[in-house]
């Protein structure tokens, strides 16, 4: 058996990259968690209005804490790629090495109005697990963000022999979404057969509308933060290495 620690910080993203980037910074260095996950967009902020030179240099910063404090991190963050930007997830292991990016697949109708959508789903390994990335609506393709096809995303890892996805969101406090939310990450979870770690971006004076924590394969949850204010939470995971 490989035990794995896993630690999901719902944060308040602010649209300033130096503010985010501080926290990210002191949240990595401190942790003892073997992955650390943040929501999306938690480094540049949730828009496309960000410096791609302060961005890389961000990264390097983040790469740096990683090494320091032994810990492989999944950052949210915008991209630039070819003068076309991306919505993503970074994925720093414990040596301060890339490992690789996901770019949202699905994005909303309102991201769309400045990002691309990705283009490709990527699998990863570190640690001893297999995992996926997905961002927000990759995970729900959510009925009033857009007419998009549903590619089941999470079906898809799973059949490809994924035992984590790690899910960054930033998905607001409408309450009509709720259910939705909350039945998909069940279902997907147990019809993929996976571990769905979910970290939202945080409101400090309503409840957010998808809860950040751990989805077992089962569709229970194993542990869950409360939907609101700034949370942490840590969870041991065990997964066969036969």
Not at 35 to 56: C, Q, R
Request: net charge negative; with cysteine; glycine share 8%.
């Amino acid at each position: 058996m490989t035990t794995v620690r896993i630690e999901g910080v719902q944060m308040v993203v602010s649209p300033k990259l130096e503010e985010n980037l501080a926290r990210i910074l002191d949240h990595i260095v401190k942790s003892d968690a073997d992955f650390i996950l943040f929501p999306e967009m938690s480094l540049t902020g949730y828009h496309g209005d960000f410096s791609a030179k302060a961005t890389v240099a961000a990264w390097q910063k983040i790469a740096a804490a990683c090494r320091q404090s032994y810990t492989s991190a999944i950052i949210g963050t915008g991209c630039v790629e070819d003068g076309r930007i991306y919505i993503q997830s970074r994925i720093y292991t414990d040596a301060g090495e890339l490992l690789g990016t996901h770019e949202k697949l699905v994005p909303t109708s309102g991201d769309r109005e400045w990002c691309t959508p990705g283009e490709e789903l990527r699998m990863f390994e570190h640690m001893g697990i297999t995992f996926g990335c997905l961002i927000c609506n990759d995970m729900w393709v959510t009925p009033g963000c857009g007419p998009y096809p549903d590619p089941r995303l999470s079906c898809q890892l799973g059949r490809r022999g994924a035992q984590v996805i790690f899910h960054s969101i930033n998905s607001g406090t409408s309450a009509a979404h709720v259910p939705y939310h909350e039945s998909n990450l069940k279902l997907r979870a147990m019809e993929s057969e996976v571990y769905i770690i979910t970290a939202n971006a945080a409101s400090l004076d309503q409840d957010i509308n998808a809860p950040s924590g751990i989805m077992s394969p089962k569709g229970s949850w194993l542990v869950q933060t409360p939907r609101r204010g700034e949370h942490t939470y840590a969870f041991d995971l065990e997964f066969d290495t036969d």
